[in-house]
């Protein structure tokens, strides 16, 4: 795969994989900014605004927007993250230059037209109404709250109904001129496209924007409050856990031993030890995993596993007790050997599709790396040993570092389930 | 380590056919772009033709399946896939049943040797059974048991069909499972698993001529079993009454109004019903030009979100399916009378030149972008193939859809959309009281 860097004739630059098997083009952008610049108390503020990007620009109100939209067969969507505000766009190279001029629109001109405002707010506060009612949502929420206490990641990132309520068009306005510019933007392209007809193309979208930014730089989480167990009840027959700790930076140096761990521990779905202990041998989940959220402010190894309320506490214990093997060093060669190859091999898989390959790459932009990571990376990743994985895990895995929520009825008194035992079926 | 991208265009992607002397069918859809390929084996066989005192039985078996063979320990097969750079899984529905990897192209072989072993070879324990038992129940839990949208789908589907097996769920009644034994499984596996009642589907870096030699190599070697017997599933009886059904749960946050329609699909309909419904629900239901939330959300405002679907791709029918959320100060009976209101309309008065071609470009265009995934562009064929469907009709779709009239659309607006053909449920906050319960539009009152 040929990964080209392009320098717009206006000077933006953008990473470029040329491909004209199908007749479309895949475009990721971010700028800097996300959901962690909300400002106090107008928690969902960059959630919102993303909503309203197809709500309408220019002379065209949310309708006609919309309309232009379908007649081109556009797939047009924005999205606020922690760290950065995404948007995508997927477009037939018949309708590209239409396509491009929607998308500028949408980026400088938003109307926020009071009818599609408060439309808009009032299909979020639904969302919201209802994600406060799933475990798993509210779970994850809780753990952030608790986890990142006192910093603007542990804030609600689609806010409350309260906040929500508390949005303006106006601070949307002041969200958004600052945070869209040229300096934060990282643009990615796939498909049916040449590096001059891009080159046209990016300065026909984000040509106009202003240079330079004035959003505030946020300073890291720091010590995770680790040892924390909250509980949330809620009457429903399946309890849903949050789990997690502290990780490493994504430039650390041994981050990509992290990776291996991590796959090891529970991000290995099938292959995976939580899954074989929790799932395979004891039948208390239909899935248990992890994964590593390398952010700016913070970097958290998380996961999560659904059971039956009185058997919380067993998966709960059976969990504790495999990541304390891990952080005691109980870890293989053939494991490790194992680990390596599945994410060695896999790595292609994440890049069969115009969509994946301009996310993998935007990811790799956003995380300060160069088009050269991805002939190196499974490199870094054969490169890992046994006793990088075991420093690693001794580090992370602590079980004196874990935060736990769980929402549900849990008894937490684990009831003891042996591996294979055949429990009486409910 | 990837492929160098193809510098000038190709056409559109084809597949080609062929079949195993044992039976097996075969289709392969070559995609050069990455050295990766999707590798799927699809089995005629899914929930609906279980016994109904057994609901769930496929997908149970779906589970076991990863279990051993003579060749392949308890759980051996996904770690096997995966420590080769593999991803897995499978599904279970209706209609079928679905095992699929995706992996680097030189490991097609492999999975193709380990697919046929299990097509065959399968042995369970007591144990593994007793074990997955207990996962499906926690699957059934955090799917449906935990969530009141899915629980209300579940029983719509159950007040929809009188006698068709589609009305029970496919991962079953959480007491059929509890019931479900090592013994129902292997009779369903003897029963249904066999090259003869199996598609392989296999989309990526490879050449047709590959995969049939791999293919002849491994699920070749299986003698045809021409006692696997072919769908013989209870037929729907006249629809005579309108279906109304409500639950209420205090785990609902603004109530939900949902509607079903009982509607031919795609491998049942007369001519070009299909295409026309496809597009009849891309203009009343597709997002936010859709006139569902145009009316619904847009001009009445008494919906925070509208949408609908038809969803043809069933082996005995298909269905329409719709639903809104209302807004908290609005009431279950405007947002009825609003759907009801968009109904008529379409009708009485069919669809505009304007909407058609609008829907057209856009299902057209989702062609196109399926095309680019290829695990979609698997799933396209073997979807198609399990219910019937040829390749032709598969890959004539966007031209055939481009024929479709005005006038076809509102034909089947006014056949289809037959109230006595369907099921409305109503989701409810706990504390919401309704005026009457055999009012035809209840009333809520906000929470």
Not at chain 1, 12 to 25: K, N, R, S, T
Not at chain 1, 26 to 43: C, I, M, N, T, V
Not at chain 1, 181 to 191: D, I, S
Not at chain 1, 303 to 318: D, I, K, P, W
Request: hydrophobic letters at 45%; proline letters at 5%; glycine letters at 8%.
């Amino acid at each position: 795969m040929n990964i080209q860097s392009v320098t717009s004739p206006g000077g933006i630059d953008a990473w470029l994989v040329e491909d004209h098997a199908v007749p479309m083009l895949a475009l990721r952008f971010a700028f800097d900014g996300g959901s962690a610049q909300d400002p106090a108390g107008k928690e969902g503020t960059a959630n919102f605004l993303a909503q309203m990007l197809v709500e309408g620009a220019g002379d065209l109100t949310s309708t006609a927007f919309q309309e232009r939209v379908k007649d081109i067969a556009l797939r047009i969507g924005f999205r606020a993250g922690k760290d950065a505000l995404f948007g995508n766009i997927e477009v037939l190279t018949e309708s590209r230059a239409e396509a491009a001029a929607l998308l500028r629109l949408a980026l400088m001109e938003p109307r926020f037209d009071a009818e599609s405002v408060e439309r808009t707010r009032q299909r979020l506060k639904v969302g919201i109404a209802r994600a406060a009612r799933e475990p798993d949502r509210v779970a994850a929420a809780e753990w952030e709250a608790v986890a990142f206490a006192g910093h603007p990641y542990a804030r609600p990132a689609g806010g409350t109904l309260q906040s929500v309520d508390a949005i303006m068009a106006d601070d949307m306005e002041f969200y958004r001129r600052p945070a869209f510019c040229k300096r934060t933007l990282k643009v990615t392209a796939v498909g049916d496209i040449t590096p001059q007809e891009l080159g046209q193309l990016l300065d026909e979208i984000f040509g106009a924007l202003p240079d330079d930014t004035q959003l505030p730089t946020l300073g890291a989480v720091g010590v995770l409050p680790a040892g924390r167990r909250s509980i949330i009840e809620m009457d429903v027959p399946q309890s849903v856990a949050v789990f997690g700790m502290t990780a490493l930076a994504r430039k650390d140096p041994d981050y990509m031993a992290s990776v291996v761990l991590n796959f090891i521990g529970g991000g290995g779905s099938f292959s995976s030890r939580l899954m074989e202990e929790v799932r395979v041998k004891r039948g208390l989940t239909y899935g248990v995993s992890t994964s590593i959220a390398p952010m700016r402010c913070a970097s958290v190894l998380k996961g999560s596993v659904a059971t039956r309320n009185h058997l919380m506490g067993t998966s709960l214990e059976v969990i504790g007790a495999e990541l304390e093997k891990m952080a005691n060093g109980d870890i293989s060669d053939e494991e490790v050997a194992k680990a390596k190859s599945a994410l060695i091999g896999s790595y292609p898989l994440g890049f069969d599709a115009s969509a994946k390959i301009a996310n993998q790459l935007l990811g790799l932009r956003l995380d300060g790396f160069g088009p050269e990571y991805v002939a190196k990376r499974n490199g870094m990743v054969a490169a890992v040993t046994l006793a990088d994985v075991k420093r690693v895990a001794a580090e992370l895995l602590r079980p004196e570092n874990l935060i736990v929520t769980v929402v549900g009825k849990p008894s937490l008194d684990a009831e003891h389930v042996a591996p294979k035992a055949s429990a009486s079926a409910a | 380590m990837l492929a160098p991208a193809p510098q000038t265009p190709v056409p559109e992607r084809r597949g080609t056919q062929f079949k195993l002397a044992n039976g097996m069918d075969v289709v392969v859809i070559p995609d050069h772009r990455a050295p990766v390929v999707t590798h799927m084996v699809w089995y005629r066989v899914g929930a609906a033709d279980g016994p109904s005192h057994r609901s769930g039985l496929a997908h149970f078996l779906e589970h076991l399946m990863f279990k051993s063979t003579e060749k392949i320990a308890d759980g051996a097969f996904p770690k096997i896939v995966m420590e080769r750079g593999g991803q897995l899984n499978a599904f279970t529905s209706q209609d079928v049943t679905v095992y699929h990897e995706r992996i680097a192209k030189e490991h097609l072989g492999q999975m193709m040797a380990m697919e046929a072993d299990r097509m065959v070879n399968l042995r369970l324990t007591d144990q593994e059974v007793a074990t997955e038992r207990q996962v499906i129940i926690e699957e059934r839990a955090s799917r449906y048991d935990n969530s009141p949208n899915a629980r209300l789908s579940e029983q719509m589907s159950a007040a929809l069909y009188i006698a068709h097996p589609y009305r029970l769920p496919v991962i079953g009644w959480a007491h059929d499972i509890a019931q479900l034994s090592r013994e129902d499984a292997l009779a369903f596996y003897k029963r249904y698993y066999a090259p003869t009642n199996a598609i392989l589907v296999v989309a990526g870096d490879v050449t047709p001529d590959e995969a049939r030699r791999l293919a002849v190599e491994t699920y070749g070697k299986i003698p045809a079993n021409p006692a696997v017997e072919g769908r013989a599933r209870p037929k729907e009886p006249p629809h005579e009454v309108v279906r109304r059904i409500t639950l209420k749960d205090k785990r609902v946050a603004n109530a939900t109004f949902q509607r079903s329609y009982l509607t031919p699909s795609y491998a049942t309909a007369e001519s070009g019903a299909a295409l026309a419904l496809s597009l009849l629900m891309a203009i009343v239901g597709d997002g936010a030009t859709g006139r569902l939330f145009r009316h619904l959300v847009v001009e009445d405002k008494v919906a925070a979100g509208a949408s609908g679907g038809y969803f043809g791709g069933g082996f005995d029918s298909g269905i329409i399916h719709m639903q809104a959320v209302a807004l908290p100060n609005r009431d279950l009976g405007s947002v009825e009378a609003a759907v009801d209101a968009v109904l008529d309309e379409v009708r009485q008065n069919g669809v505009s030149e304007l909407e058609l071609n609008r829907a057209k470009r856009s299902l057209r265009a989702a062609y196109t972008f399926e095309s680019d995934e290829q695990e979609m562009l698997a799933e396209r064929y073997g979807r198609a193939l399990s219910v019937g469907r040829t390749i032709s009709e598969i890959e004539g779709w966007p031209a055939a859809i481009s024929q479709v009239t005005t006038d076809d659309v509102k034909a089947v607006a006014l056949k289809h959309l037959d109230i006595r053909r369907s099921v409305t449920g109503l989701l409810l906050p706990e504390s919401t009281r309704m005026t009457s319960s055999d009012n035809p539009t209840p009333k809520a009152l906000g929470p």
